[in-house]
């Protein structure tokens, strides 16, 4: 059966934006960056991690129709499209302190949970992020 988990997607309006933004701000690499004629796949992942990688996705063809993706767009733009991720971090304040610096939009500041300390970002599409550094 499965193994493992190689990739996530997530819609982002702009490509080079989303670039920018994961791998100029948050500090993730890229993995691949593929035109492949009907689409641009481009991959990031947590540096040294290039087995989960996370596919940057512009909403529009072949996947969806036109109609679609305008629909994805809005949607994305409000918030409402639930893409999330969750990252992992040995200190969670000290990270987001740096991307506070790096011009990063903090939406939760770093709150101590039952399983963590937990923060969150949102990325320039309106894709909420967060990151936690776990107890013990």
Known sequence: MFTGITHSQIYVL???????FYVGKLGLEVHTDADLGFMRWLTVNVPGHPDRQILLERPGQPALSE???AQVRDLLTKGAMGGHLIFSTDDCRKTCETLRGRGV???DEPTERPYGIDCGVRDPFGNSIRFTQPND
Not at 14 to 20: K, M
Request: charged fraction near 45%.
């Open 14 to 20: 702009d490509q080079d934006e989303a670039l920018d």
């Open 67 to 69: 109609e679609t993706a």
């Open 105 to 107: 939009e903090i939406t």
